[in-house]
């Protein structure tokens, strides 16, 4: 046998281990049976990931069914990743631990004209203090992102931009992403979902769609842009063009509305709060945007069949208001009996959603590669060098 088979037996052999501890601590003697690897051969590894301080030994058990032995786990904080969203609203970044646990989070705005280079600039700043240490830095963006290029995005006036020479200023690993694509991608690895779709929905509407544990990318890596599919509507969008779904499904567009029935609100957090003390006015333009997300879900449902859909961006927050409408409208205009009652529910991150979907790009490559990764912190010039890794874009993509 080759080196490089045993180099590759053994990343897969431990990326089984690692995977199979992320469902939660087991022994030895679970992890033999569960890889189908001999006993001695899963000592080895487990060693190995204890010495590196992945894996930690908890309380010994002693079943009234198979073999006693002490339990392993995932041990807190052994790795995490940062991860940072460039959205249009401001800029989060926040750490996320390998087992998904947010670490910390910052936030904070900037002035509407800020362009690629300052809003880079100050992330990198914001950054620095905390490296060495994370595994890279995983961004998004509302747009349309192929490798390090992003093509087009309308909501900050933003287009055909190259990142690469802002992202080298950075002293370690990045990589970039579509903001519904990352938050989908961020269900599939911390919930395994197979079919999804992820809705993005603050200013704009992105969508991010997991078929057969894919992400759904498109010949050119634009798919998902749905915000962007035509509708009825009268009203111009960012991107140029008239009666995007986005003017209409947008929470601008229910800002907008809300102030056409006379309510008072400068902004979608005033909103929020008015909506959470019950005001009628609030609550009326919200259940008005439940009924037609209903109806956009209801088609969703016909071009993707997901299995479950998740509501991320500010309008997780709007979720528990919307719901009612929502559900109501979608089992009214559904094409299907299955459809009628589709999963659907606000992400559990809140609006840190993309940016958690940003560092989980490295978590995802962390695991793929069994955890091989610290193994060759090359330095190069400063800067960190990943291990080669076959597929670039990692679980799901
Ligand atoms: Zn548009």
């Avoid at 709060?273 to 609550?283: D, P, S, T, V, Y």
Wanted: include cysteine; charge should be neutral.
């Amino acid at each position: 046998m080759r080196k490089g088979d045993t180099q590759e037996i053994r990343r897969l052999n431990r990326r089984a281990i690692l995977a199979h501890l992320r469902q939660g601590p087991l022994t030895r003697a679970d992890l033999s049976r569960l890889t189908g690897l001999a006993k001695s051969a899963v000592s080895r590894l487990v060693d190995e990931l204890l010495q590196e301080g992945l894996l930690e030994e908890g309380a010994f058990t002693s079943p009234p069914v198979g073999r006693p032995g002490t339990l392993l786990h995932l041990r807190p904080g052994a790795r995490f990743a940062l991860g940072a969203e460039l959205g249009v609203e401001g800029t989060v970044l926040l750490a996320l631990d390998w087992r998904g646990e947010v670490l910390w989070a910052k936030e904070w705005s900037h002035p509407r004209e800020a362009g690629p280079r300052e809003r880079l600039e100050r992330l990198l700043q914001e950054v620095l203090p905390h490296v060495p240490g994370p595994l890279g830095l995983g961004f998004t963006l509302p747009g349309v992102v192929v490798e390090d290029r992003l093509l087009l995005a309308p909501n900050l006036g933003w287009k055909n931009l190259d990142l690469r020479p802002l992202l080298s200023h950075f002293p370690l690993p990045t990589a970039l992403e579509n903001d519904a694509k990352a938050s989908a991608l961020s269900e599939v690895f911390f919930h395994g979902e197979a079919n999804l779709a992820y809705l993005v929905l603050s200013t704009g509407l992105g969508i991010g769609v997991v078929s057969d544990s894919r992400i759904l990318r498109g010949a050119g890596g634009a798919a998902g842009e749905l915000g962007h599919w035509l509708g009825q509507g009268h009203k111009p969008c960012a991107c140029g063009r008239v009666g995007c779904l986005e003017t209409e499904l947008g929470l601008g567009a229910l800002l907008e509305h809300y102030r056409s029935l006379g309510g008072k609100a400068g902004d979608l957090e005033a909103l929020l709060q008015q909506a959470k003390q019950g005001e009628a006015l609030a609550l009326e333009a919200i259940h008005h945007l439940g009924e037609a997300l209903g109806r956009f879900l209801a088609n969703l449902a016909v071009a993707y069949d997901p299995a479950r859909v998740v509501i991320g961006g500010k309008a997780a927050e709007f979720f528990p208001y919307l719901e009612q409408s929502l559900r109501q409208s979608l089992a009214a205009h559904a094409f299907l009996e299955a459809h009628r009652s589709l999963p659907v529910q606000p992400s559990l991150y809140g609006h840190l959603a993309p940016a958690v979907g940003g560092a989980s790009l490295f978590l995802v490559r962390f695991f793929e590669l069994g955890g091989l990764w610290a193994e060759s912190p090359r330095r190069n010039g400063g800067r960190y060098e990943e291990v080669a890794f076959g597929d670039r874009r990692g679980l799901g993509a």
